[in-house]
């Protein structure tokens, strides 16, 4: 079976265990995907099954996707294409469904998402840099100041400064899945998980 799905990003909320104990969680919409796609390790060197996620109306579906989807027997149109590696792809047939009934309550995820874009962001927000003294007559408060050796005549690649900050792929580990309701293919995920309300997320499942 397949160890990943995509979902999109509802919201936070809170719920109480058996014993009393208040779980912040992530809600996430996990599903229907669609296989679109089986690649074998005869045809494409590895395998892996390829679903689609999430509506699209036909204005913005290119004749090259709608001509993938029509060869795997998909009906609807789909705005997301992922992969996901397999060790035996002969159990998925293109077009089949796959919901959130996948995951069991228990099971250890990690979550992929985009994280928030916070534009363009200074030292002490990007990175956490102190700063300098806040007190009357001292002008550098917040200002970079050395860039590091002057000898090469240049700033070294990977130098934390000033920059854009955020809209970045980012996975968060160590979570857990909470509660699956499988009929409205609901997953409620432990803790938080990156970007915005609304934003695309794929979970796969880890080894416990």
């Known amino acids: 079976m397949i160890k990943g799905i995509l979902g999109t990003k509802i919201g936070m909320t809170h719920v109480f265990t058996d014993e009393g104990q208040m779980v912040p969680v992530t809600v996430v919409a996990a599903g229907p995907v669609y296989v679109t796609q089986i690649k074998t390790q005869e045809k494409d060197g590895y395998m892996a099954v390829q679903v689609g996620f999430g509506a699209q109306s036909d204005k ?15 009906k609807t149109n789909l705005r997301f294409l992922r992969e996901f590696r397999v060790d035996d792809a002969s159990g998925f047939e293109l077009g089949q469904e796959i919901n959130a009934g996948i995951f069991e309550d228990g099971d250890a995820v990690s979550v992929t998402a985009t994280s928030k874009g916070r534009g363009f962001a200074g030292g002490v927000k990007r990175y956490g840099f102190k700063g300098q003294h806040m007190t009357h007559g001292y002008m550098t408060h917040r200002r970079p100041l050395s860039s590091g050796a002057t000898g090469p005549q240049r700033v070294f690649k990977g130098t934390r400064k000033p920059g854009h900050m955020g809209n970045e792929t980012v996975t968060q580990k160590g979570l857990k899945v909470v509660k699956v309701d499988a009929e409205r293919n609901i997953i409620l995920v432990s803790g938080s998980v990156p970007g915005p309300n609304g934003s695309l997320v794929t979970i796969n499942k880890e080894a416990n």
């Open 60 to 74: 913005h579906l290119t004749f090259p996707k709608y001509g993938h989807l029509k060869k795997a027997g998909v």
